[in-house]
Antibody
Framework: QITLKEPGPTLVKPTQTLTLTCTFSGFSLSSIGVGVGWIRQHPEKALEWLAVIYWNDDKRYSPSLKSRLTITKDTSKNQVVLTMTDMDPVDTATYFC??????????????????WGQGTMVTVSS | QSALTQPHSVSGSPGQSVTLSCTGTRSDVGGYNYVSWYQQYPGKAPKLMIFDVSKRPSGVPDRFSGSKSGNTASLTISGLQLEDEAAYYCCSYAGSYSWVFGGGTKLTVL
């Protein structure tokens, strides 16, 4: 069974740095084509892709948030960590992590976020 | 990299068919066959319904189908059921191993 899990609700103050850890099971982030991404959703709003890290440690970020985001992985612990600096109340949202498997090396895969965590609410307030 | 454009809301009656659109550019939807669709109920995580424009993961009813023409992708739900009432989001590969989501469509089953 493939699962991803984000931490419990988080409260951070404006200007602080947010650190979120996604812990997953049932797959390996060292397998070719596999990645884990972060997506957030403001209350009653749309999904917004933030970042993704792939099996080969390739990291990609949303252009609008790139300067504030860092994504890393610990393959041995089955964890992916997202940090977001200089938090602001507008960053209050539910943050999801999700697995993605991309077509690579001629091997066709889903090229979609196929398994999601339940999400964690992040509130930015003083 | 701007969000893909989806109509804010769509409605239909049980048994009918509805089509949700997702418009991007040649840099995303139009440039790749890596469009996916997600269904989301309030307070829940999104669920993958369509990948690679028109493919269904196992377990997704064949009432759900996807297509693409130019810079616009579409999700068609036939034989609408009450349980289909949810928000639907499209997502596209945007090059350089990055991704972009749409603004979402709220589907109401009357």
């Amino acid at each position: 069974q493939i699962t991803l899990k984000e931490p419990g609700p988080t409260l951070v103050k404006p200007t602080q740095t947010l650190t979120l850890t996604c812990t997953f099971s049932g797959f390996s982030l060292s397998s070719i084509g596999v990645g884990v991404g972060w997506i957030r959703q403001h209350p009653e709003k749309a999904l917004e892709w933030l970042a993704v890290i792939y099996w080969n440690d390739d990291k990609r970020y949303s252009p609008s948030l790139k300067s504030r985001l860092t994504i890393t992985k610990d393959t041995s612990k089955n964890q992916v960590v997202l940090t977001m600096t200089d938090m602001d109340p507008v960053d209050t949202a539910t943050y999801f992590c999700a697995r993605i498997m991309i077509t690579y090396g001629g091997v066709l895969r889903l090229d979609a976020f196929d398994v999601w965590g339940q999400g964690t609410m992040v509130t930015v307030s003083s | 990299q701007s969000a893909l454009t989806q109509p804010h809301s769509v409605s239909g009656s049980p048994g009918q068919s509805v089509t949700l659109s997702c418009t991007g550019t040649r840099s995303d939807v139009g440039g790749y066959n890596y469009v996916s669709w997600y269904q989301q109920y309030p307070g829940k995580a999104p669920k993958l319904m369509i990948f690679d424009v028109s493919k269904r993961p196992s377990g997704v009813p064949d009432r759900f189908s996807g297509s693409k023409s130019g810079n616009t992708a579409s999700l068609t739900i036939s034989g609408l059921q009450l349980e289909d009432e949810a928000a639907y989001y499209c997502c596209s590969y945007a090059g350089s191993y990055s991704w972009v989501f749409g603004g979402g469509t709220k589907l109401t089953v009357l």
